[in-house]
């Protein structure tokens, strides 16, 4: 059965590093979402990617943030200048339609640790 | 704006016994869909029932049904014959059916235990 993957699993950095976690979506899946969780809170949507662009992004996501789809199979989140507060678990999800006809499939998640 | 309240911070069952989860939300939309993820010690995010808005039937997969009350904004999750395997943390989440690109609202959990 088809899957979300990402890399890396775990990623520790130092503060005001630059960070970029990856995905693969799956493959005939046209919308593509970035949501994080802070350990013990709930998961909270970042930003919805399709045709190319962003179509939606949420408060959290600030000019310290971007997303990009460098090739037809990536989907990836950058940090710029990562802060402590950055620290959680981020998943990628993607799913075949948007508006909720079809189901988001999520990955097992990255979870970074800012120092 | 949706909000999506989970009351219940933690719930208990013993293995083989039904329990119920609670969620309601809230929306001045007419067309969205409701969701149950859950989310075990592993972390990953798996679907467990999903529930359109226009569908007056409520959907069950195998041991998991939904009470859907759309008028009272209310959508609860049954396990029935709980297993083991269930203990995890279940989120239920909100998507609306309209212009939007699939944002999921997510409520704030609820942590189950499955006693043997």
């Known amino acids: 059965e088809p899957e979300v993957t990402q890399t890396p699993s775990h990623q520790v950095t130092q503060m005001g590093q630059e960070v970029i976690l990856r995905c693969v979506p799956i493959s005939n899946h046209l919308y593509f979402y970035w949501y994080r969780q802070i350990l013990g809170q709930k998961v909270e949507f970042l930003v919805s990617?399709?045709?190319?662009?962003?179509?939606?992004k949420s408060e959290i996501f600030d000019d310290q943030f971007s997303v990009e789809r460098p090739d037809g199979s990536n989907f990836t989140l950058k940090i710029r200048s990562t802060k402590l507060e950055d620290s959680a678990m981020y998943f990628c999800?993607?799913?075949?339609?948007?508006?909720?006809?079809?189901?988001?499939?999520f990955g097992p998640g990255t979870r970074l640790l800012v120092l | 704006a949706q909000t999506v309240t989970q009351s219940q911070p933690e719930m208990s069952v013993q293995e083989a016994e039904t329990v119920t989860l609670s969620c309601t939300y809230d929306t001045s939309e007419n067309n969205y869909y409701l969701f149950w993820y859950k989310q075990p010690p592993s972390r990953q995010m798996i679907l467990v029932i999903r529930?359109?808005?226009?569908?007056?039937q409520n959907a069950t997969e195998n041991r998991f049904s939904v009470n859907f009350q759309k008028a009272a904004k209310s959508f609860s999750l049954k396990i029935s014959d709980s297993q083991l395997g269930d203990t995890a943390m279940y989120f239920c989440?909100?998507?609306?059916?309209?212009?939007?690109?699939?944002?999921?609202?997510f409520g704030q959990g609820t942590i189950l235990t499955v006693h043997p």
């Open positions: 999800a993607s799913s075949s339609s948007g508006g909720g006809q079809e189901t988001q499939y």
């Open positions: 990617f399709y045709n190319n662009e962003i179509s939606e």
């Open positions: 989440a909100f998507t609306s059916g309209g212009t939007s690109y699939g944002k999921l609202t």
């Open positions: 529930q359109e808005a226009y569908k007056q």
